[in-house]
């Protein structure tokens, strides 16, 4: 395989993986978007208020779509385990390109992907979601913990999701 060739493999492979990286064969950056602080801010108040709104404490965390935390907000009387458990959904809703509540039931003990559950970071239990722009390209993810169930995290950060979803769609 010529040099050209694997470059294009490489280009194609890390385009189809990221969902958004462009890049020719010949060039030596990849482009790609990522969520700016303000409206992950935005999507993380308007999460934290979905909750407050159904009675639930919790804690949000918005993370680039790289997995790094872009910020962390805490309800008064959200539990301590919130900011770990936050952020280990939205890590695990980017790096996976999936909802943690999907990957919940394709990780179950007997699934080919059962061992995802072994790695240190990834959590698949529901709370955690993609942001994608209009395009469907990942821009964020948003991790909710505290609520009495995964399917009330899900509610809350698909709230936040909606609050910033006119912005991003384009």
């Known amino acids: 395989m010529s040099n050209a060739a694997i470059r294009l493999a490489l280009a194609l492979s890390c385009a189809t993986f990221t969902g958004t990286a ?3 064969p010949d060039d030596a950056f990849v482009e790609f978007r990522s ?3 303000e409206y992950a801010l935005q999507m993380a ?7 407050r709104e159904a ?3 919790v804690g949000v965390t918005v993370v680039d779509r790289m997995g790094v935390p872009q910020v962390f907000l805490r309800d008064r009387f959200a539990g301590a385990h919130v900011y770990e458990t936050s952020r280990r959904k939205a890590w695990t ?3 996976f390109r999936s909802s943690t509540t999907d990957l919940d039931a394709a990780t179950q003990p007997g699934a ?3 061992g995802i559950r072994a790695l240190s970071e990834a959590l698949p239990l529901g709370g955690g979601l993609l942001v994608q722009d209009g395009e469907g390209a ?3 993810g948003i991790g909710v913990s505290g609520a009495p169930s995964p399917s009330a ?3 809350c950060a698909e709230a936040g999701i909606a609050a910033i979803a006119n912005d991003i769609a384009f």
């Open 22 to 24: 462009s890049a020719g």
């Open 35 to 37: 969520l700016k602080p």
């Open 45 to 51: 108040q308007a999460a934290l208020e979905s909750c």
């Open 55 to 57: 009675g639930f404490q």
């Open 93 to 95: 809703a980017v790096s």
């Open 112 to 114: 080919a992907s059962f």
């Open 138 to 140: 990942t821009v964020a």
């Open 153 to 155: 995290d899900d509610a």
